[in-house]
């Protein structure tokens, strides 16, 4: 059963930076893209970062600049480094992974507050 495992999330004030990481369980070589997600409440989850398995990433235009996504593939890490943070980036951050076959893996989210 594959599983992945959050950490990093927390309460930080306006400016300040937080670093999430992710374990996955599955297999390197089943791995096509590592992501990570929001949802903030009454709204609808959306995609905040991405890193294909070929290294390119893309982000939403509300974090670009402001958080960088990285993995180290042998550890099956992927991590969200997330600065100049904002009252707005409060949500329940999830990470997600997509097989070959486009299945979907996602974590149990970790919570991220920015206060102003």
């Known amino acids: 059963q594959v599983q992945l495992v959050e950490s990093g999330g927390g309460l930080v004030q306006a400016g300040g930076s937080l670093k999430l990481s992710c374990a996955a369980s599955?297999?390197?070589?089943?791995?096509?893209?590592m992501n990570w997600y929001r949802q903030a409440p009454g709204k609808q989850r959306e995609l905040v970062a991405r890193i294909t398995n070929g290294g390119s990433t893309n982000y939403a235009d509300s974090v670009k600049g402001r958080f960088t996504i990285s993995r180290e593939i042998a550890k099956k890490m992927v991590y969200l480094q997330m600065n100049s943070l904002k009252p707005e980036d409060t949500a329940v951050y999830y990470c997600n992974v997509e097989n070959w076959q486009l299945n979907n893996y996602w974590g149990q989210g970790t919570q991220v507050t920015v206060s102003s």
């Open positions: 599955l297999s390197i070589f089943s791995i096509n893209t």
